[in-house]
């Protein structure tokens, strides 16, 4: 097996299993967390005037569904994820409420679109997770019409989000075996280092690549601050597994490291991003 297809399986087994569970487990704290940034993509597809949108790495469709919402009759929004629990979710949801709305449980890596189907493309932290980048964004390329838009939101560096490594500091005298980062590995600091996003979509043939930091407060009510801590992340993965009273353990010593970021009943802190624009050559080539 060839290393980008060993870090893709890895990509399937973990959105398939703990880490899919996680986020389907906690989808009402982090669709909440994380709306300011669903807010910006609606509104480049509203600046865009876009009709058929594709949100890549679209988890549990809360961004699918504020598109959808946008674009009412006059559009379509499409999500795809490689997460069966995430996806099985949205479909209900989609169902539950009668959204016009689709969803394609798939690796958008390699996924076969219909050529140039597609007039924005957009991605809420959801393509910093691909095993070759530049294939990837090739694929979505040709997926997209001549003149389409891309607008993803990506994390800039992990030293810059220290709300998203605190619990594995806080927990790394207790979890030896956590497993480390790696910079630019598939992960959720993928796409931290700007010249490289600027090179994966040069050679993936995007043009008009404009790559903005963005800073945005979220947040969310620190009732749920357990229940984040438990299910989501390198710790949260951990804990699913592990037994009593480990467990509780490891909890209260993550849960104590968040204190700072506690401001009366919420928790808040600010996500350090990028803002990823560029556009599909006016003629393409597909193939």
Same mark, same amino acid.
């Given at each position: ?7 893709d399986d890895e990509q399937v087994k973990l959105w398939n299993g703990a880490a899919g569970r996680a986020w389907v487990e906690t989808r009402e704290v982090l669709e909440g967390m994380f709306r300011p940034l669903e807010e ?43 997460? &069966? #629990?995430?996806?099985? =979710?949205?479909?209900?949801? *989609?169902?539950?409420?009668? /959204?016009? +709305? @689709? ?47 891309l607008r993803f939101i990506a994390w800039r560096g992990a030293a810059e989000n220290p709300f998203m490594t605190t619990a594995e500091q806080a927990a790394k005298p207790l979890l030896p075996d956590l497993p480390a980062r ?29 790559? &903005? #930091?963005?800073?945005? =407060?979220?947040?969310?009510? *620190?009732?749920?601050?357990? /229940?984040? +801590? @438990? ?57």
């Amino acid at each position: 097996m060839g290393v980008a297809a060993q870090v893709d399986d890895e990509q399937v087994k973990l959105w398939n299993g703990a880490a899919g569970r996680a986020w389907v487990e906690t989808r009402e704290v982090l669709e909440g967390m994380f709306r300011p940034l669903e807010e910006l993509l609606v509104q480049a597809v509203s600046d865009a005037a876009a009709s058929r949108v594709l949100d890549i790495g679209c988890g549990t469709g809360a961004t699918t569904f504020a598109v959808a919402q946008l674009l009412r009759q006059q559009g379509h929004c499409t999500g795809i994820d490689i997460s &069966e #629990p995430m996806i099985a =979710a949205a479909r209900a949801r *989609a169902e539950r409420e009668g /959204r016009p +709305v @689709s969803f394609i449980c798939a690796d958008a890596q390699t996924y076969p679109f219909a050529p140039a189907s597609f007039d924005m493309i957009i991605s809420r932290l959801g393509v910093m997770f691909f095993a070759d980048p530049v294939q990837a964004f090739a694929n979505l390329r040709r997926a997209a019409r001549p003149d389409a838009a891309l607008r993803f939101i990506a994390w800039r560096g992990a030293a810059e989000n220290p709300f998203m490594t605190t619990a594995e500091q806080a927990a790394k005298p207790l979890l030896p075996d956590l497993p480390a980062r790696r910079p630019d590995a598939p992960g959720q600091f993928g796409l931290a280092d700007r010249k490289r996003v600027e090179n994966i979509l040069e050679d993936s043939g995007w043009d008009a690549i404009a790559i &903005e #930091p963005v800073d945005v =407060a979220l947040g969310f009510p *620190a009732s749920q601050l357990a /229940r984040y +801590v @438990s299910w989501l992340g390198p710790v949260g993965t951990m804990l699913q597994a592990m037994e009593e009273p480990r467990r509780t353990q490891v909890i209260e010593t993550v849960r104590g490291a968040f204190d700072r970021y506690i401001h009366g009943n919420d928790i808040r802190f600010t996500a350090v991003c990028w803002m990823v624009a560029a556009r599909a050559p006016a003629k393409t080539a597909h193939g």
